[in-house]
């Protein structure tokens, strides 16, 4: 049984910092990785996607990596902002093409103070 | 097209009562998934559409619950004879069929069992 783990469940940090939020899988026989984004009493907002052939993806101020043999993913944010502040979920899907359903860690709630 | 789509957004219900949850999702999509969140967890699958059939049911779903999709369009969640553990976000994604492809996500219907 897939089972993801996101470690600290919260991080405090200084505007402007760069920070790295880091997510391990027990199976590496993914599909693909996907991080996520939900403020408070809401749903997801997907932020970015890996294929399992694919080391690393890069929208704006966020990169994300993959190494699947060892079962790890990170999400780096550079120059963090306060508006970043929410809760990180990493999800992976697994390896079917019939159904990709997600199995998702615990998240992470960032702040990122003023 | 306004992204996937979730009726009621907040529910409040006494125990023993039946609930009916709705997901419209994006319009070309074909896969619908239904997870369930509580607090502090990352969200769990439920169930998965592709069209109108319904794939595959977690151990989660208990007899209590049902889901349809008819025509492969929108879908409905049912809870019957509600007890206070089912409170928690249902959240419903839609994708295209691909495989590869990134889920999207509603914005959830909150639930709450007195």
């Known amino acids: 049984k897939q089972e993801v783990t996101q470690i600290p469940a919260a991080l405090s940090v200084p505007e402007g910092e760069n920070l790295v939020l880091n997510c391990s899988f027990t199976d590496s026989a993914i599909y693909n990785l996907q991080w996520f984004r939900q403020d408070p009493g809401k749903g997801l907002t997907s932020l970015l996607l890996?294929?399992?052939?694919?080391r690393e993806q890069t929208s704006g101020r966020l990169n994300a990596s993959l190494d699947k043999s060892s079962g790890r993913s990170t999400l780096y944010i550079a120059a963090s902002q306060p508006g970043d502040s929410a809760t990180y979920l990493c999800?992976?899907?697994?390896?079917?093409?019939?159904?990709?359903?997600?199995?998702f860690g615990k998240g992470i709630t960032l702040s990122v103070r003023p | 097209d306004t992204g996937v789509s979730q009726d009621p957004r907040h529910k409040i219900t006494k125990r023993g009562q039946n609930v009916t949850f709705r997901c419209d999702p994006i319009s070309e999509h074909n896969r619908l998934y239904w997870y369930r969140q509580t607090l502090g967890q990352g969200p769990e699958f439920l169930t998965y559409?592709?069209?109108?059939?319904?794939?595959?049911k977690s151990r989660l779903l208990s007899d209590r619950f049902s889901a349809e999709r008819p025509k492969g369009s929108f879908s409905t969640l049912e809870i019957q004879r509600t007890e206070q553990g089912d409170s928690a976000m249902y959240l419903c994604?839609?994708?295209?069929?691909?495989?590869?492809?990134?889920?999207?996500f509603g914005p959830g219907t909150r639930l709450l069992v007195l």
């Open positions: 999800a992976v899907s697994a390896y079917t093409g019939a159904n990709s359903k997600l199995t």
């Open positions: 890996i294929q399992s052939s694919q």
């Open positions: 994604a839609s994708s295209g069929s691909g495989g590869l492809e990134t889920q999207y």
């Open positions: 559409f592709q069209n109108e059939a319904q794939l595959e």
